[in-house]
């Protein structure tokens, strides 16, 4: 069976794909240094797949040790999601971002030549589409960038572009995510941002058990059904999968190819409150104000693509998605 290497393994997307893969049948090798994770869900990934994790804590730009690890396994692809990823942070101390993001994955990539590894899946993001014309959003549409987060993406996916075009062993998929929220079933893995969270599900998480008094909608004069803004959420077992098909099938992509992970389809955030509350069977307090600066009104996938390369496609609801977030929040059995 062949041994893949995650780093940020023990982040939201790592932890679950450790899963998918385990559970496949895969060997994975997991580093994380913890700086927006926690060491125990290594346990917890064990516990869900009855599987053991070999993992290693440390940060990838320490390059002798991500040599080591090399050393000691026999890696088949590279799955890279470690990183930073606030958009405000990343205005706010945009250095960090281009230290880390860019750092980790300079390191990696020349370790990965060293040790003569070129299949690569990037943890890439819809944020490259900066604020699209075109809905649903095809991997062809225009990119760009309106903060520090989302330039370091796109300077990485240029980067392995460039690495790509200059030599054709290397196998690249840059899966660009578009909204991942949910967690397992078993309620033992999820999202556990450090600090103040910013996105819609942890926010309205922090409503619910009383750590924020509100959720405050950004706005509800946009273009949209309801006013309110549309994302593309996408539960993050899909996702999972999404990861699992990328790097069972890397060996059909020569060079590097952005891929879409999203639905398909987009829902409002009143839709997403209104989910949240059906699932508790109480109102939540929340109220409007103005809107965020660079929020888009609607950002929804065209998934076509990971469909035709991988049959993959996402299957999960946004019920789930809410029934889950609830389960691992502990608002629900
Ligand atoms: N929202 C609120 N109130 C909140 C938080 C969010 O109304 O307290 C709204 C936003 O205005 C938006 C929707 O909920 O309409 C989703 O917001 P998120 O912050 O959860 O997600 P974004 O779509 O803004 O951002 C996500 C990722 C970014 C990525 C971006 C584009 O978090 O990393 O998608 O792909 F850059």
Redesign the pocket.
Known sequence: MPTYLLTGAAGFIGSHTCVALLEAGHEVVAIDNFANSHADVYERVEQITGRSVKHYDFDVRDRSQLAAVFGRHQIDGVIHFAGL?A?GESVERPWEYYEVNLGSTMTLISVMREQDCFNLVFSS???VYGESKILPIPESAPLSASNP??RSKLIIEDMLRDLSSSDNRWHIALLR???PVGAHPSGLIGEDPKGRP????P?ITQVIDGRLPE?????DDYDTPDG????DYIHVCDLAGGHLAAVENLGGLGGAHAINLGSGNGHS?REVLEQFQAVLGRSLPHCYVA??PG?AAS?YADASRAAELWSWRTTKTLQEMVEDSCRWGGFLK
């Open positions: 990823k958009v993001s819809a944020t987060y989302g995510y578009f909204n910013n996105n819609l599900f926010v959720l405050q909608i950004f706005g309110t803004g549309v994302r955030v809107r965020r929020d950002c």
